[in-house]
């Protein structure tokens, strides 16, 4: 738990709505949740978040598993 809470706290620090709970599958794994501030979506800027994403997931032995979206239309 000590690992989610402190990423969770990292992405907090970057201005993203984050929750984390334990996994509904595994009991001993935590799932983190959050929104970002408004990016931009062009392939250059995704490649760049998802890569930064990744690292801290690294940084907090935890793993980066994929994202949705919220398009403004």
Request: with cysteine; proline share 0%; hydrophobic share 35%.
């Amino acid at each position: 738990m000590e690992k989610a809470k402190l990423l969770a706290e990292e992405l907090q620090k970057k201005e993203y709505s984050v929750a984390y709970r334990k996994s509904g599958y595994n009991k001993k794994q935590f799932v983190i949740t959050g929104w970002t501030r408004k990016i931009s979506i062009g392939d250059n800027a995704l490649a760049a978040w998802a890569k930064e994403m990744c690292e801290l997931g690294y940084k907090y032995d935890c793993e980066f598993d994929g994202w949705g979206t919220d398009i403004d239309q």
